[in-house]
């Protein structure tokens, strides 16, 4: 499976949060999000490895950018999650390295 393995991983007294996979996304090419009037809104769910959940979001123009990346994209040689998680971790949304293959999902981290 592969997940995202922070650069800095939070730590909480007893609990590290060290990787994230991606539970769920959703593209809605309708929806309009204030403050944004373009329509366009992406939401990405990933799961730690503590069983906790972290959400993300996008809308207008970067949300419609990404819909028609993903309507057109290639992903035989870099799966959809691989791509998702590159993303939020460049974007510095969740700062690491994309580690694993595709597989499909199982249980537990």
């Known amino acids: 499976m592969e997940e995202l393995v922070l650069t800095d991983p939070v730590v ?3 609990e590290i949060k060290s990787h ?3 539970t769920m996304l959703s593209l809605n090419h309708e929806i309009t999000m204030p403050p944004e009037a373009v329509p366009g809104r992406i939401d990405i769910q990933l799961r730690d490895n503590l ?3 972290y959400s993300h979001s996008y ?3 970067t949300a419609q950018d990404y819909i028609k ?3 057109t994209g290639n992903f035989t040689v870099k799966s959809l999650h691989k791509r998702i998680l590159e993303r939020l971790s460049m974007e510095g949304i969740l700062p690491g390295t994309v ?3 595709p597989e ?5 981290l």
């Open 12 to 14: 909480k007294p007893e």
């Open 99 to 101: 580690t694993g293959a």
């Open 69 to 71: 990346f993903i309507n």
């Open 104 to 108: 499909p999902p199982v249980g537990e």
């Open 59 to 61: 809308s207008g123009e």
């Open 20 to 22: 994230f996979r991606v």
């Open 51 to 53: 069983g906790g959940y």
